[in-house]
């Protein structure tokens, strides 16, 4: 497309978290993006521009990092622009608790709050790059691993990334509230050690490393692993069961999708829902989403739910790929882990009619905290498919000892 002569400069958009398991690795993944579209553009003779791109808060991925390594690398392979999503500020219409624009899908940059210091320091670095400004770079170092976003079992493998700006290192030093300045060791530019956390009591462990160069100078960081040894079992605190109505649930939006109606049914169980949908079935990606809104999710640590479909013409080889969604800050749940081909699943009959069944659990790890809205998706892969799909027995499920 960028060879067409009425095409002026290409763009590139760059969000790993959003486009499944082969971007799983987020920071390596985005780089190989980035020079494929670099070498694109120098073989059109067309400028290109890093247009758009984001690492969810919520991500495993640390954010930092990714941001700083991609901008560096834009800036070497010759970019000639860089524009993150996304800068927010106050909001006179529908602000947060703090009068800002809310963090509605978990990637907002507010430029005075602290814990975006690291990252706009990072962008203000890269537009003066990008503008011709000569800018002394200090040295920076990332915990990239184990995530604070992750609950953490048995083994942390904890490992250290350094953006040294031409500084030699001598030692990487982890510690942790036990244990002082424990030596890691250099593997393929990652400083890695396995912590063995099995007789850990469940909670927050901070842990720092220092990073020690060659001319005397060090720089420090520090990060939290997030300690889960023992789980709690799930328990059913709270059921929709649509036995009497929707109980505030709708349809919550679509992509390359189709929701021709919502409405309450007995034609699957004692009640559910039903939507009445169209799936073109001509990619691996076709959406569409249910949600309860003005719901407080503190208290819960997952959710269960069943969803149902006609059996007769269904294709056996299309995959239907189910998550859960909190928010605000759009923190996706349970992507990709229950996976299923319509040929796999179990039936059930109601009036006479099959139904395939797809049960679900998807689990909130914890980023349910101050969250009011839970959204049920239903990703179809390669589904042709045009009529009702019906959702029931939403259950909102507790971790206890």
Not at 59 to 88: H, K, P
Not at 109 to 126: A, L, R
Not at 341 to 370: C, H, M, R, W
Request: glycine share 8%; aromatic share 10%.
């Amino acid at each position: 497309m960028i060879t067409l002569p009425t095409i002026d400069y290409g763009t590139v958009h760059l969000y790993p978290d959003y486009w499944g398991d082969p971007w799983k690795d987020g920071v390596k993944a985005g780089s190989t993006w980035l020079k494929a579209h670099a070498d694109l553009a120098k073989a059109a003779n067309k400028p290109v521009v890093f247009e758009e791109y984001g690492i969810l808060k919520t991500s495993v991925t640390n954010r930092d990092y990714a941001y700083e390594t991609w901008n560096n690398l834009a800036y070497e392979l010759g970019y000639s622009g860089s524009m993150f999503w996304l800068l927010t500020g106050i909001d006179d219409l529908k602000p947060d608790v703090d009068g800002l624009y809310p963090d509605n899908d978990s990637l907002r940059i507010v430029y005075n709050k602290k814990e975006n210091v690291t990252s706009v320091k990072i962008f203000e670095e890269n537009a003066k790059l990008m503008n011709g400004e000569k800018v002394k770079r200090t040295p920076h170092i990332y915990i990239t691993s184990p995530s604070i976003n992750e609950r953490i079992k048995d083994l942390a493998s904890v490992e250290v990334k350094v953006i040294s700006y031409g500084k030699k290192i001598s030692n990487v030093l982890l510690s942790t509230p036990q244990n002082k300045n424990i030596p890691m060791k250099e593997t393929n530019g990652s400083y890695r050690y396995d912590l063995d956390i099995s007789k850990e009591e469940n909670g927050k462990m901070p842990i720092s490393a220092v990073v020690q160069f060659k001319d005397g100078t060090s720089a420090t960081t520090s990060n939290i692993i997030n300690i889960r040894n023992k789980q709690g079992n799930l328990v059913s605190e709270k059921i929709f069961d649509f036995n009497t109505g929707l109980d505030g649930w709708d349809q919550n939006g679509i992509y390359q999708a189709e929701i021709k109606d919502v409405k309450y049914t007995k034609e699957v169980g004692n009640g559910s829902l039903q939507l009445d949908v169209k799936f073109p079935g001509v990619s691996d990606w076709e959406e569409l989403r249910i949600a309860r809104k003005d719901i407080d999710l503190t208290p819960y640590a997952g959710c269960k739910y069943d969803i149902y479909i006609p059996k007769e013409g269904l294709p056996a080889h299309a995959q239907l790929r189910p998550y859960a969604v909190v928010t605000p800050g759009w923190v996706k749940c349970g992507v990709d882990q229950n996976n299923a081909y319509i040929g796999q699943l179990p039936t059930a009959t109601f009036n006479g009619k099959e139904y395939v069944k797809l049960q679900v659990t998807n689990i909130f790890n914890g980023q349910s905290k101050d969250k009011s809205e839970l959204d049920i998706d239903l990703v179809a892969n390669m589904l042709k498919y045009e009529g009702p799909i019906y959702f029931d027995n939403i259950e909102l499920l507790k971790e206890v000892d």
